[in-house]
């Protein structure tokens, strides 16, 4: 029997990162990586071994934390082309200099994808953090002068929805032309600024008409990397946006591998497959794993609210790991809608926010 096929594993490197982001999606954000263990490049290696020899990847995603942080990128990326293995990145550029851009180039990866936040030092720094406006900027124009495919990134929050177009057209002005919309999300950390961070449904049509736009005048590539519950807005008007939905239990989806060594169904959720604390242990078959239910019932667990819903099969009611982390599970222990969703559906979850965060949440839901 052959080694099973997967997509992608996204290798989270480190759990330490140079920004702050608040809507970072690591549960270990607080304590910059302080309470993991078992993140030293020697195991690393061994995990990612283990992964090429039990597992047919199409691809990984190099990740954190910021992975540039850590020297054991160079070998992991020397072990991935040895393999044949074709990688991508995320970073939030900062720390790339002219001699890393020049380091990194030969290696071809596929993209590093970057993220902005805003059209300025001060939105953008309200996101991740003083000081790494700049720094991302020179990161970005680094890697474009050494050849390196740079794929722009804005995580679309209450607080930058509006201005969405003017970030678009900053990412046009340094050269770039495919970037992903990566809706807010609160998972890990960012459970605890939901409040703060998510986006309405009239936040996320602001937002996406003025993308629209930009990628149409422009021509840039634009997609919506987070799922959005299509019974919220008619997506048909926001062309040529491309929408995504959750992969978890097709042949899309893409694993995490956590720095201490656990396996997840996405970085956004937080509890390892099987409950096993490191794949790199002898008596783990990552094949058997790969086959748990954690992974194979994910798709036929859908929320009440859900249930007939034209497009349940698709969509799942949205982002499950930020229902789990913000909502937890309905009296029955069933799953409950993406937090984006629910705001506009839910009393108990509206009164909750709007004694943060003033303005109704009420939503028509689409039939």
Not at 48 to 64: A, R
Not at 103 to 108: D, E, I, S, T, W
Not at 272 to 301: K, N
Not at 332 to 339: T, V, Y
Request: charged content about 20%.
């Amino acid at each position: 029997m052959g080694r099973p096929k997967v997509n992608s594993v996204a290798i989270e490197l480190t759990g330490h990162c140079n920004q702050k982001c608040s809507y970072c999606y690591n549960p270990w954000r607080e304590d910059d990586g302080a309470s993991l263990d078992g993140s030293d490049g020697e195991r690393l290696l061994a995990r990612v071994n283990k992964l090429i020899e039990q597992v047919d990847i199409d691809h990984v995603t190099l990740t954190g934390g910021e992975p540039f942080s850590k020297a054991d990128i160079w070998p992991l990326l020397d072990l991935l082309s040895e393999a044949q293995i074709p990688a991508q990145i995320i970073s939030n550029g900062g720390l790339i200099t002219e001699r890393i851009a020049k380091r990194l180039a030969p290696y071809a990866v596929g993209f590093v994808q970057v993220t902005l936040n805003g059209p300025n030092k001060a939105l953008h720094e309200e996101h991740v953090g003083e000081g790494h406006f700049e720094p991302t900027l020179r990161g970005v124009r680094a890697m474009l002068t050494h050849g390196i495919n740079v794929v722009g990134c804005v995580v679309v929050t209450g607080k930058n929805a509006p201005v969405l177009g003017e970030t678009l057209e900053l990412w046009h002005e340094l050269g770039v032309r495919q970037v992903a919309l990566s809706r807010f999300s609160p998972a890990g950390y960012a459970a605890a600024q939901v409040a703060e961070l998510l986006p309405t449904s009239d936040d996320l049509m602001c937002a996406f008409e003025q993308a629209a736009a930009v990628a149409r005048d422009r021509d840039m590539h634009l997609t919506c990397t987070m799922p959005v519950p299509p019974c919220m807005f008619d997506f048909e008007p926001y062309e040529p946006i491309e929408f995504g939905f959750c992969p978890i239990g097709t042949d899309m989806q893409e694993f995490a591998l956590g720095p201490d060594g656990t396996l997840r169904n996405c970085t956004l959720h937080g509890r390892a497959l099987g409950g096993v604390s490191d794949i790199a242990s002898p008596d783990v078959d990552l094949a058997a794993l790969l086959q748990h239910p954690d992974v194979t019932s994910y798709r036929r667990e859908v929320p009440a609210f859900c249930e007939g819903c034209l497009h349940v099969d698709s969509c799942g009611g949205g982002c499950g790991a930020a229902a789990d982390w913000v909502l937890g599970r309905d009296p029955d222990g069933k799953r409950l809608p993406d937090p984006v969703l629910w705001q506009h559906v839910d009393d108990t979850f509206d009164e909750r926010l709007r004694g943060q965060r003033d303005g109704p949440r009420r939503l028509a839901v689409l039939p």
